[in-house]
Nanobody, 127 residues
Framework: QVQLVESGGGLVQAGGSLRLSCAASVRTFSSYTVAWFRQAPEKEREFVTAINWSGVGTSYADSVKGRFTISRDNAKNTVYLQMISLKPEDTAVYYC???WGYGTNVIATTREMYRYWGQGTQVTVSS
């Protein structure tokens, strides 16, 4: 069982920055593909970004390209989401998700492909 805990959310003004963290409980975390999804009020949960097991492969939603950066520190069992130039439309609950992905460079971008989920962290961007 993989437990994921997000942190780092908060309230920030438009144009500001935040860094989210996703800490995992499993020793083999380095074998997992990890993604960030977000869900705004009354909207579907949407893919934001993901990173493969080795950290070499990444994928981003068009809406965050150039502003968000995903990275991982396997020694710390943690994945990070650095967000800059935040916009009010980035306001949402951000969820970390993981799936086994050792040896593959294929990065899943749909929520159904991820088995493990965190509880989410709120990000609010004021205008």
């Amino acid at each position: 069982q993989v437990q994921l805990v997000e942190s780092g959310g908060g309230l920030v003004q438009a144009g500001g920055s935040l860094r989210l963290s996703c800490a995992a409980s499993v020793r083999t975390f380095s074998s997992y593909t990890v993604a960030w999804f977000r869900q705004a009020p009354e909207k579907e949960r949407e893919f934001v970004t993901a990173i493969n097991w080795s950290g070499v492969g990444t994928s981003y939603a068009d809406s965050v390209k150039g502003r968000f950066t995903i990275s991982r520190d396997n020694a710390k069992n943690t994945v990070y989401l650095q967000m800059i130039s935040l916009k009010p439309e980035d306001t949402a609950v951000y969820y970390c998700a993981a799936r086994w992905g050792y040896g593959t460079n294929v990065i899943a971008t749909t929520r159904e492909m991820y088995r493990y989920w965190g509880q989410g962290t709120q990000v609010t961007v004021s205008s």
